[in-house]
């Protein structure tokens, strides 16, 4: 399986890579590129990753946490709950899922935990 997206972020990748996926393509590679993609996937070569090179797509892919949301998501990687959170830093509850929802988007993480281990292999925590 080879991937063609116009995003190629890390938790994308290994997710794609978990499922089988032998490449992970931007979606504008030329024909060449994905050819020898196909045969590196057939004779077993290794996995490749071509990073998508546009600005925007560039700007997306590393768009930073802002301090609220490393805050928050430094107590969530600690396994406190949502309330919890709220009142050590005076927000509300509300305001802490909003915060976890930009995190997540962010960080392309599907759930807390994820989005804490991404954070700490990318020393954000």
């Known amino acids: 399986m080879i991937i063609l ?4 972020r890390d938790a994308e ?12 393509l931007h979606k504008d590679a030329e024909l060449p590129e994905i050819l020898a993609s196909i045969r590196s996937a057939r004779s077993g070569g290794a996995r490749t990753v071509d990073r998508p090179e546009s600005g925007q797509a ?11 949301e490393t805050e928050v ?22 305001t802490v ?5 930009r995190v997540y988007g962010k960080l ?12 700490r292999r990318k020393g954000l925590l």
């Open 58 to 68: 560039r700007r997306i892919a590393e768009e930073p946490l802002t301090r609220r």
């Open 5 to 8: 997206t116009a995003l190629a």
């Open 97 to 101: 899922k909003t915060h976890l929802k």
């Open 13 to 24: 990748i290994e997710r794609a890579f978990g499922a089988g996926a032998h490449a992970c």
């Open 108 to 119: 392309y993480a599907r759930n807390r935990s994820e989005a804490a281990v991404i954070a």
């Open 73 to 94: 998501l430094d107590h969530i990687a600690r396994g406190w709950s949502n309330h919890r959170v709220a009142e050590a830093l005076g927000i509300g509850a509300g």
